[in-house]
């Protein structure tokens, strides 16, 4: 089982950047899949971003394309998430999680086995 922390949230204004950062620890971070995903209050869970094993593929939920970017240092057992001009729509807490046994990207929610205990972030106007 994998351990997961995020850290990074917090609130800034609408246009302004956020970095989420997910510290691994248990297994090598470098043997698995990693994603971001986000849960607003009474929605469903929804895939922000997933990178793969070694960091060459990546996947984007539509909404963020273009503003956000995750990206992975396997020899720090750390993945991130890059926000950039951040939307009102992305108030919500963002989970990090770790599908071990696939090499990603994946965005299908139900294939993680690990999760962190989220971090919220909320973005003023």
């Known amino acids: 089982q994998v351990q997961l922390v995020e850290s990074g949230g917090g609130l800034v204004q609408a246009g302004a950047s956020l970095r989420l950062s997910c510290v691994a620890s248990?297994?090598?971070?470098?043997?698995?899949?990693m994603g971001w995903f986000r849960q607003a209050p009474g929605k469903e869970r929804e895939v922000v971003a997933s990178?793969?094993?070694?960091?060459?593929?990546?996947y984007y939920a539509d909404s963020v394309k273009g503003r956000f970017t995750i990206s992975r240092d396997n020899a720090r057992q750390t993945v991130t998430l890059q926000m950039n001009r951040l939307e009102q729509e992305d108030t919500v807490v963002y989970y990090c999680?770790?599908?071990?046994?696939?090499?990603?990207?994946?965005?299908?929610?139900?294939?993680?086995?690990?999760w962190g205990q989220g971090t919220q972030v909320t973005v003023s106007s």
């Open positions: 248990r297994m090598p971070v470098r043997m698995y899949a």
């Open positions: 999680a770790a599908d071990i046994y696939g090499i990603g990207p994946n965005s299908n929610d139900s294939l993680y086995d690990d």
């Open positions: 990178i793969s094993y070694s960091g060459s593929d990546t």
